[in-house]
Each structure stands twice: as C-alpha cells, then as structure tokens.
T-cell receptor, first 115, second 113 residues
Framework: ETGVTQTPRHLVMGMTNKKSLKCEQH?????MYWYKQSAKKPLELMFV???????ENNSVPSRFSPECPNSSHLFLHLHTLQPEDSALYLC??????????????FGPGTRLTVT | AQSVAQPEDQVNVAEGNPLTVKCTYS??????LFWYVQYPNRGLQFLLK??????LVKGSYGFEAEFNKSQTSFHLKKPSALVSDSALYFC???????????FGKGTKLSVKP
C-alpha cells in the first residue's frame, strides 16, 4: 500500500468549495485510475490514464476533473459537489492499462464528505 | 454484458475453520480474474490472480483460489481462518473489450475466535 499514496486522507467540503485530491505512485507504473467507492455499491471506475493521456471517462459529471501531469501523479479536482458525491475515492496504478494481466495497486483512499 | 457476482454479502467463520468466499463471472473470451482484500479505512490490497495455467492459484496470507471454467467460478479459499482475516473481499474480472477491471460488490468476512 505504501507504493501508492493519497492526500488528504479525509476531506470535508461544502457544495460551493473547490478542492483537489492528490495521488502519487512510486512503482514505476504507466497507468493510473480513479475509483469511487460508496457504501453497498460496487467499485465505480471514474477515469483511466495511460502514459498521461486519459483513455476512459465513464460518464462522470463535469464537477469531477482529473489531471495527470506525469506518470507518477494524478489529481482529481472537485468543484460544486453534491452530497451524494460523499464517498471513498481510491487511486490505483498498474503496469499496463489494457493488457489485463497486470494487477492494480491501490492507495488508502480519501474519505470525502460533502456538506 | 461482462460481469462478476459475489452472491454472499457476508460470510461468518470460526477461527481455525476453512473459509470460502464465492465468486462467479461472465466474460467473453478467456477470463483474467483477481481477488482483493480491503481492511477498514484502507485501500484494496491485491491477493492473487488467475491468468492461465494451473486452476489452483496461491496468493498472499495463505489464501488460494480455484478457477473452474465449467462453473465460471473463482472461489477464494483458506484452509484455516484467522481473526485477522476479517475484512471485505472483492473479486474482479478483466473487461475483455476495454481492459479495465470489473469488481464485484464485495463480501464481508467475519472470523470469530
């Protein structure tokens, strides 16, 4: 788990705030992912980046904006969120995004509460 | 549609007894299957995977999983459960069209002393 770090670990924000989640991987991987984990729901894939280019955006609302400045860093910019966006946001990385045989390594997550 | 199912929301086991956490899948083509564990307030940790080869896959912390193609299953097993194994377990399968992982809803494992 120490291979992928996420900050902050906890975040409380109002609906009009702007905040950013940060993820950093120290594993030399070239693919990074954002997931949303809500209670009693399957893990939802939000964004996939391969070699710093976005390769997937699963119909995520525009109030979530990802950024991948290099292969080690991934951000999720948050703006005018809704209470239903409260969840655990997980970052992951892997060696190859589409080969399928490479496991993903997850960070500890950011627990987001929108008030 | 490609999917993975974990039919049990919760599994309760006494310490020292064998445990099984069930997973079934539906994909086109050859499946790539994974098991992850999540402890409270933590991210998911990779346990093991099946790509090809031997149907019995051994992973971390004494866990193993058996791939059964005819039953489209990939059940997670451990011969002797520990209290520290109590956690949330996720099965995942590779989406063969997009390459991403499709996760099950998770099964909560509770091991009592």
């Amino acid at each position: 788990e120490t291979g992928v770090t996420q900050t902050p670990r906890h975040l409380v924000m109002g609906m009009t705030n702007k905040k950013s989640l940060k993820c950093e991987q120290h594993l030399g991987h070239n693919a990074m992912y954002w997931y949303k984990q809500s209670a009693k729901k399957p893990l939802e894939l939000m964004f996939v980046y391969s070699l710093e280019e976005r390769v997937e955006n699963n119909s995520v609302p525009s109030r979530f904006s990802p950024e991948c400045p290099n292969s080690s860093h991934l951000f999720l910019h948050l703006h005018t969120l809704q209470p239903e966006d409260s969840a655990l946001y997980l970052c992951a990385s892997s060696a190859q995004p589409t080969s399928g045989s490479y496991e993903q390594y997850f960070g500890p997550g950011t627990r987001l509460t929108v008030t | 549609a490609q999917s993975v199912a974990q039919p049990e929301d919760q599994v309760n086991v006494a310490e020292g007894n064998p445990l099984t956490v069930k997973c079934t899948y539906s994909v086109s083509g050859n499946p790539y299957l994974f098991w992850y564990v999540q402890y409270p307030n933590r991210g998911l940790q990779f346990l093991l995977k099946y790509i090809t080869g031997d149907n019995l896959v051994k992973g971390s912390y004494g866990f193993e999983a058996e791939f059964n193609k005819s039953q489209t299953s990939f059940h997670l097993k451990k011969p002797s459960a520990l209290v520290s194994d109590s956690a949330l377990y996720f099965c995942a399968v590779r989406d063969t069209s997009q390459g991403n992982l499709i996760f099950g809803k998770g099964t909560k494992l509770s091991v009592k002393p």
